[in-house]
């Protein structure tokens, strides 16, 4: 969101607040659809509706669809007939109408594939049919393609042919008569040869293929580690299905980036911060439920302790210490990890050093900690041996935390669990039950 | 990571443990240099600097570099002369050199700039002369520019003078005879159109040209909202400086992403997970002194409840949930505000009607949850009462918390602090504190 942007999205707000409509309306007409998408996604329901309908009178506001988000998009067509979503998806790209398609409710999604022409239902319908998270369900079946066998010559005369070509081509693909992939003729290598060699001549034949069923997440990388414009979809058979472009990778970076920060949260990345107010609850309300049985089993461990408690009340006052440092030093660690395992650097080989290392800085870290908790539990509660005691506690909850923010997320990604969703309530845990036990545990031995 | 790149790091893992350098140097040197980087980035200090010494003795791994972390990058070249560097970094893009020497100790930097020959030191300060975070220290200085007034012919001529294209060349920058901006070539465009034609009739010349001072962070979304390829970087009196490519805006977008990830837990980005045990424990130790400052006030809180605690102990056991679930819920509310403020969602004219869902929300799984807590509690301890009192004070909490969530992130911002970095700290800073008070506030008025 640029400064200009928010220039922009602050005077469509300010001529809605208005009801300028007439205006708001030539200024919605000037924008990129992206940025129509922008203003829809920062209304509340009842003026995003009602924008909405402005919009829907006027033509050529399909395209915005393109660019909502999963959740915004489905407020937006949630009450149209099928036959207007068909006709309002006509115009998207096919990978765009798919994704639309496959957000929706099954039902309605089936009502509005049989709403369209056949020829682009059953060209939808073969995107649908890959997931929507493997590279078949990311491809675009618009493809500008050669053979081996002309000059570039004819190549530059077949191109001119077009008005345009497909978004993002920086390469033109190249396959025999049975539409099986050869290579790629990119155009800076057209553009730089001479018009009398053959494409075969020309032709990059390293090209990496991508299989249809490759997950984005891996499409993702190969994009980003190799500095792809574009790539080819191919069958395992050798057969050209279609390409993705690096605007739609720039999407699952995106959109994969947004999930790991928001189910640390147990947040879903689609979700629309606008959303009516009941459904927010509902989505939130499970994750609540979640930490609320790992609180109560908090509570049930001190329980455990409440006649050492009794006695000394002072526990009680500290013992959130233990626990919210634990807490703290053990995500620290599980952050590093998770981040390190997307990237793939965490390996059989290299996790029995990581371990070493972050007990290493746990204990370092703990124990400087634990000399400064020490001290002032001592004078705040004119007790030495509950300062000893707090700060051996804070020392085995750092341990445990290293170790743990360290082996959770291992664990967790062998029993296919997101560490990401599931790392931080798991770790907490941990960490409150070992704080709570250990200090509690140390002060019924040697302080009573 | 693909399953196919994980393969082969850990075979190069396999023939470093088993000392084959020999099969290791030369599977090395068929890999692409971001993957050469990658195993780099999974090693531990120690054989990371043996691998980087096997590679500094062969030629053409110097583009390492410009795929490798800050901090990774910074170990390999901490040891090595300026003449070295300087030697190593000749052949590096103008923006990746300038990346080496900015992450560099300034006094490093000096030295290894004047080892350079004259002509790239003083295109490299030019470069340098922008901030990191700038569109300006983003470009790329290598870049093909046409005249208005030339046919396309004269345009395919001049090209197929060349061998290749810049990397990501999508379109040809036109210029005047004082080198300013007036437009793009698009290849596309270039190359659907007769030759005959002239640039200025083919050029677009609505591409948006990019300021120099622009921040990273709107170039990114910017080019993510208009899928571009490749823009433009203009000084404000027109002269073309050079231009952006989405290669490395797809880096500012994973960078920044996992900065919002990383700053969480109070770690930086650039952090490497295999740094000296020293270094990353100084690293995290600030992170947890903040916290352990928040945590004594917390246990300050409690303290004012001494004689309430030591009268009745269960309150000790069941305090933690309501911190806790004040925690849990406000970083949801939290985690959906700080994203909708970067995706540049939330304003002044929505903030209003977001406080008031958040605080619906809040009070909806409040009531949800304090009931099920309320009944727990009444049963486990046998006392009506404290079951209305801990329902009471999750209830106030999770209003709290919900305020907290929305108003923090806001105040943050206008005090120009990170809310990605703080946001979490001062949050459950205060669900610590209001959930302990309104507790234990509670049970003093009503249980004593």
Do not use: C
Request: charged share 20%; proline share 3%; no cysteine.
């Amino acid at each position: 969101m640029t400064v200009l942007q928010q220039d922009i999205l602050a005077q469509l707000h300010q001529l809605l607040d208005d009801s300028a409509l007439q205006q708001l309306t030539t200024a919605l007409g000037t924008l990129h659809p992206g940025h129509v998408a922008d203003f829809l996604e920062s209304l509340p329901p009842d003026k995003r509706e009602q924008v909405w309908a402005i919009l829907l009178a006027d033509e050529g506001f399909e395209k915005v669809l393109a660019y909502a988000e999963g959740d915004v998009r489905l407020s937006l067509l949630q009450d149209m007939a099928p036959a207007a979503v068909a006709e309002l998806t006509a115009n998207l790209d096919m990978d765009d109408a798919a994704d639309v398609l496959q957000d929706m409710p099954d039902k309605q999604a089936e009502d509005v594939l049989a709403a369209m022409d056949e020829q682009r239902r059953i060209r939808i319908e073969k995107v649908l049919s890959y997931q929507q998270d493997t590279a078949g369900g990311l491809m675009d079946t618009s493809v500008l393609t050669v053979r081996t066998d002309v000059t570039l010559e004819t190549v530059l005369r077949y191109l001119r042919l077009h008005t345009e070509l497909p978004d993002k081509t920086d390469m033109l693909l190249v396959i025999d008569r049975d539409n099986h992939f050869q290579g790629a003729l990119f155009l800076s290598r057209l553009l730089t040869h001479s018009p009398d060699l053959l494409v075969a001549d020309v032709m990059s034949s390293h090209v990496e293929p991508i299989p249809p069923e490759m997950s984005t997440h891996h499409v993702a990388n190969l994009f980003e580690q190799r500095d792809w414009i574009s790539a080819p979809v191919v069958r395992g058979d050798g057969y050209l299905l279609g390409r993705i472009t690096i605007d739609d990778v720039v999407d699952v970076i995106r959109d994969e980036a947004e999930h790991s920060l928001m189910s640390r949260a147990g947040l879903d990345e689609d979700d629309d911060i606008f959303a009516p107010t009941f459904l927010t609850a509902r989505q939130r309300a499970l994750w609540l439920g979640i930490n609320l049985a790992t609180a109560f089993l908090a509570a049930w461990v001190i329980g455990w302790f409440e006649a050492t408690l009794e006695q000394i009340v002072a526990l009680a006052v500290l013992m959130p210490i233990v626990a919210s440092m634990g807490g703290i030093a053990g995500t620290q660690t599980l952050t590093v990890m998770i981040r390190g395992m997307a990237l793939g650097k965490v390996m059989d080989t290299n996790t029995m050093w990581l371990m070493r290392k972050e007990l290493a800085v746990g204990f370092i870290n703990g124990a400087i900690w634990a000399v400064v908790v020490g001290l002032v539990a001592s004078v705040w509660f004119h007790n030495m041996m509950l300062g000893v005691i707090i700060a051996s506690a804070l020392m085995v909850n750092l341990l445990f935390a290293a170790l743990s923010g360290t082996l959770i997320p291992l664990l967790l990604k062998r029993l296919s669990i997101d560490p990401a969703l599931a790392g931080g309530v798991v770790l907490t845990t941990v960490t409150d039950v070992v704080g709570f036990f250990s200090f509690l545990g140390l002060a019924t031995i040697f302080l009573l």
